[in-house]
């Protein structure tokens, strides 16, 4: 990415798309009814749900009044939203007002002509290719991918990755798969390599009658250049008819997700009906679902018994 795109990118606070042609390919459908509708794609649509999630402002602005685009405004929880038959100059800075946005902390996606004014002023001006000629000129750049077909998508992740929020956006998503292996010890075999962290997560796991089988929580996970995944406070809860049958805490825990194992070196508990059993170090296995406790062993009966029993060692 060229330097200049890069240094308007990190500004950008606020995204804001044309609907026609930009968020769909540009055609508008009638039913026998007369009843219009429209096609979304929808890579587009997780990419403005993973953008809001982050932070970032996203808004729809269109000439062209539709049921259509308010109902799929209205499904990705976009609250920025102008359809009006006037300037879009003056719809865009009713949005800086309210937001106090300036200029260069805004990104317009466009096609037409009706999109000039607000291209040649915002601080990243975009394009798609099936915009006419006059757009194309003025913009900052251009997709690779269609109005409709991915190009919306293409711009959120630039500007996603540029601003730093890119890990925030994918870290509730590296969680569930990381917890969907470590614990049912299903192997990634080529893990995403990606750098970020999630605070204070929580991922259940039901079976298809909506009972709970675990639920992995955790402080704050951290995830790694290497692929290896660092949980601060981990907390595994297994079930069995809605209730907990066993737990598994300790302060500080690695996990390996290309080979579907955890380890750490901390205090390790493990609480089972009347049973606690205590250590120092531990690993699991998910080719084998066998859980290791390294040293200092020590097995708590409720009731107040207390024994340390026979171990080998590694």
Request: proline content about 4%; overall charge positive.
């Amino acid at each position: 990415m060229k330097l200049t795109l890069r240094r308007r990118l990190k500004k950008i606070r606020c995204l804001l798309l044309d609907v026609d042609g930009v968020l769909t390919d540009g055609k508008i459908h009638f039913t026998s009814t007369g009843e219009e509708f429209k096609s979304f794609d929808i890579q587009d649509g997780h990419g403005i749900a993973m953008a809001l999630r982050t932070g970032l402002l996203v808004g729809f602005v269109s000439g062209r009044p539709s049921k259509a685009t308010a109902k799929r405004a209205a499904d990705l929880g976009v609250k920025i939203i102008l359809q009006a038959p006037t300037n879009k100059m003056e719809l865009v800075e009713t949005i800086k007002a309210e937001h106090q946005l300036r200029d260069e902390e805004i990104c317009f996606v466009g096609d037409e002509l009706v999109d000039l004014p607000v291209l040649r002023r915002v601080g990243f001006a975009v394009a798609v290719p099936n915009a006419v000629a006059e757009v194309k000129v003025v913009a900052h750049y251009i997709t690779k991918r269609t109005g409709g077909d991915g190009a919306v998508r293409e711009v959120i992740e630039m500007i996603l990755k540029a601003t730093g929020r890119w890990e925030k956006a994918i870290a509730k998503y590296l969680v569930l798969v990381l917890a969907g292996f470590c614990l049912t010890g299903i192997v990634c075999a080529e893990p995403p390599a990606a750098t970020g962290y999630i605070e204070k997560f929580e991922v259940p796991q039901r079976d298809t009658a909506g009972n709970l089988q675990w639920k992995l929580a955790g402080e704050r996970a951290t995830f790694r250049a290497d692929g290896l995944m660092d949980i601060l406070n981990a907390r595994a809860e297994f079930y069995s008819s809605n209730k907990v049958t066993l737990v598994f805490t300790t302060p500080i825990c690695v996990l390996d997700r290309a080979n579907s194992r955890a380890a750490t070196d901390a205090p390790v508990r493990i609480e089972r009906e009347n049973v606690i059993l205590t250590g120092i170090g531990g690993e699991w296995s998910g080719s084998n679902t066998t859980l290791t406790v390294r040293h200092n062993v020590q097995m708590i009966i409720t009731g107040g018994s207390l024994f340390t029993p026979t171990t080998q060692k590694p």
